[in-house]
């Protein structure tokens, strides 16, 4: 029922023998998706919506974050093209136990409680931001999540989800670990949750392939997106809680 999709560029082979040699460890097939050199891209982009970027992300353009969005993009592309019902999503530095799978078919028996399943987490997440939305088999829960989770280093979805993203988060106009959090922008009603505690970590937290993005002055970040931003928080913050409790 479970496929992983590894997202791995061609240099970075020690990141994927060993990525790799936990997936097989932990008997979960896998295929490699080719990440996208964002370097290497020509710009203008048609995936890319720099003006709106700038508008709402306040950034200038960073072309190794737009590598790392559409090598996500193209991630789900090859699980909706592959005959897995559920994708999960890695990239190459992700780091986990053999349990792993265990907590992955749990998960899976409360597939009604998500959509979309984070499995990890970059920094730290308060407590006090959870609703718990199932308790599985241990310590693990699947909670809600009130609040923006940072990082894409693992993650897990279902068909339906894959097929709403692959659509509808293209041209790209925020960072990837911002855009694929926010159901809100997806067409029909989709669930986001966590399975905590993070079963997967990154192994290389502070050697990132994605060089620091530029902001632009603090003038025009406070005209449009540090507005964009506060209202975002408080409708997602009250969205998510009227779904864990309803």
């Known amino acids: 029922m479970i496929h992983a999709f590894v997202i791995n560029l061609p ?13 097989d460890a932990a008997q979960i097939p896998h295929t490699r998706v080719e990440g996208v050199y964002g370097p290497g891209l020509e710009f203008p982009h048609p995936d890319f919506d ?11 353009a960073n072309p190794r974050e737009v590598g790392c969005y559409l090598g996500h993009i193209a991630a789900i592309r090859a699980f909706l093209e592959s005959g897995a019902e559920y994708g999960l999503i890695l990239e190459d530095d992700a780091d986990f ?36 939305l199932r308790k599985l088999p241990g310590n693990a829960r699947i ?7 940072k990082g894409a280093g693992a993650y897990l979805v279902n ?6 993203a692959a659509r509808a988060l293209l041209p790209m106009w925020l960072p990837w670990d911002y855009a694929f959090d926010r159901e809100e922008d997806l067409p ?6 966590l399975l905590v505690p993070f079963p997967v970590s990154q ?38 809680l009227f779904r864990a409790w309803r």
Do not use: M
């Open 11 to 23: 240099a970075a082979t020690e990141r994927l023998r060993r990525v790799t040699a936990c997936l």
């Open 203 to 240: 192994a290389t937290p502070d050697v990132s392939q994605i060089t620091q993005t530029r902001k632009l002055n603090f003038f025009r970040r406070a005209l449009t997106v540090i507005p964009r931003r506060n209202v975002g928080r408080v409708v997602r913050f009250f969205r998510r």
């Open 97 to 132: 136990s053999p349990q792993l799978p265990a907590l992955l078919n749990a998960a899976i028996d409360a597939r009604g409680t998500w959509d979309l399943l984070h499995l990890s987490y970059c920094g730290r997440l308060h407590p006090s931001t959870f609703v718990t």
């Open 143 to 149: 909670v809600q999540h009130l609040t923006h989770v």
């Open 50 to 60: 720099e003006r709106r970027y700038a508008l709402w992300h306040g950034k200038v």
């Open 188 to 193: 029909g009603r989709f669930g986001t949750a």
């Open 159 to 164: 068909r339906r989800w894959a097929e709403a």
